[in-house]
């Protein structure tokens, strides 16, 4: 058989489309006949969709990212960055997905994303107002009936336009579960695109109603009010505290948080790597640093915990105990 390689770009294409429109529904008997035929049409075809099919169980996530993008009707944009993105990585073979070294697949796939330490506003066409934190992704599908906004990673703040004579509900969607707003400004975290990492969840104003995916409950959180859950579960509701929100304002607060979490969360606003020996990971940390300058506050932190700065270069920095 050839490689992949050799499939053309026009083909590439056609498999991606099929492939996406197969999984947008159950598909009729008119259209599974349509799409036997075009397999049987040439031998291109047939190595097209088998390479296409081998793709997909490869790729991490991507069946996932293709269940958003087919929940959008046909034309949309995320429908079709999901065909340009399949086909070209068919078209280029298995070695295409290098790309995921400098972009990944979340972000690659998505309508609107952020880089390390970048933020993005984003207006719907509704008037919802999205603001995406550092190292974020969402998809976008609006139909006449219901408008969805689809966290893919990271970390999102929305302000919901009314809409009280369509009357669509606006909801987050997600792996785990889902997020419908009643009129309202809420934060949302997911920090992976791994199905079953947590999602946080809190309610700045109005309410939200949380249902995970594989249980019955539902709980609608009120403004001050947030919580996590997975598909499997809730975890009580807790009230919102300052440094849930402070990246809003380019700020990072800290309430005697350890080291090596405040490390961690710096971390997502710098690229390369930021770490503490063991022997100090447990120091606490205090106060509000700003995140445009990371470099700012590591000096910060060395000051006032009086630590020392090892560093190979400005992307592999770490903190050590003070040299008597």
């Not at 081998?54 to 944009?77: D, F, I, N, V, Y």
């Not at 400098?102 to 972000?107: A, D, E, L, N, V």
């Not at 809420?186 to 995970?212: C, H, M, W, Y």
């Not at 106060?287 to 445009?292: C, F, N, Q, S, V």
Request: net charge neutral; glycine share 6%; with cysteine.
């Amino acid at each position: 058989m050839n490689t992949s390689k050799e499939i053309s770009l026009k083909v590439s294409r056609e498999a991606a489309e099929w492939l996406v429109e197969l999984q947008s529904g159950q598909p009729s008997p008119q259209t599974q006949a349509q799409w036997q035929a075009w397999r049987d049409a040439h031998p291109e075809h047939e190595q097209a969709w088998q390479h296409i099919e081998k793709l997909g169980e490869r790729l991490g996530g991507l069946s996932s990212s293709l269940a958003h993008a087919t929940l959008a009707p046909k034309g949309s944009l995320q429908r079709r960055r999901a065909i340009k993105t399949l086909s070209m990585l068919l078209f280029a073979g298995g070695s295409a997905w290098v790309v995921q070294d400098k972009m990944p697949w979340w972000q690659l796939n998505a309508d609107y994303s952020t880089g390390v330490g970048e933020s993005q506003r984003v207006v719907l066409e509704d008037g919802t107002v999205v603001q995406l934190n550092s190292s974020s992704a969402i998809n976008v599908a609006y139909t006449a009936q219901q408008r969805i906004v689809m966290l893919l990673r990271g970390e999102i703040h929305i302000a919901t336009a009314h809409e009280p004579a369509k009357r669509r509900p606006f909801l987050v969607a997600s792996d785990q579960g889902s997020m419908r707003a009643l009129g309202t400004q809420f934060v949302v975290r997911q920090l992976t695109n791994d199905k079953d990492s947590p999602i946080k969840i809190g309610v700045l104003e109005g309410a939200v109603e949380v249902a995970p995916n594989e249980i019955s409950t539902k709980v609608r959180l009120q403004a001050g009010e947030q919580l996590s859950f997975t598909r499997h579960m809730l975890t009580p509701v807790e009230p919102i505290l300052p440094y849930d929100t402070a990246w809003l304002k380019r700020m990072l607060v800290a309430d005697d948080m350890p080291l090596a979490e405040f490390l961690a969360e710096l971390s997502r606003y710098r690229k390369g790597s930021l770490s503490c020996d063991d022997s100090i990971k447990h120091l606490k940390v205090s106060g509000t640093y700003p995140l445009e300058d990371t470099d700012k506050v590591i000096d910060m932190l060395q000051q006032s915990l009086k630590l020392e700065i090892r560093m190979l270069t400005r992307y592999w920095v770490r903190l050590m105990p003070a040299s008597v």
